[in-house]
């Protein structure tokens, strides 16, 4: 994405928390992904746009999202398998 395409970063960072609140609530796998999509595109802001730190917050909260998915996809996956 062109610097100039980019959102404004404090609406993504919104939308993205939203995002996590409606996933933690509903578990929907594409919210999920939404979400990981948004930090994507956090990272890969300009350093001019977005703070090195503000950056590597977005950084080390794909990691957590990322175990947190994991873990969630495992859970449905042992409920799944429990309930047939």
């Known amino acids: 994405m062109k610097p100039d395409e980019l959102p404004d970063p404090i609406a993504l960072l919104t939308s993205a928390l939203a995002v996590m609140t409606r996933f933690i609530q509903t578990g929907c796998p594409r919210q999920g992904a939404l979400v990981r999509r ?47």
Do not use: E, I
Request: aromatic residues 6%.
């Open 38 to 84: 948004q930090l994507d595109v956090l990272q890969s802001y300009p350093d001019h746009l977005l703070p090195p730190p503000f950056k590597a917050t977005a950084r080390r909260l794909h990691g957590d999202w990322d175990l947190m998915l994991l873990g969630s996809a495992q859970c449905n996956a042992a409920t799944s398998s429990t309930l047939q």
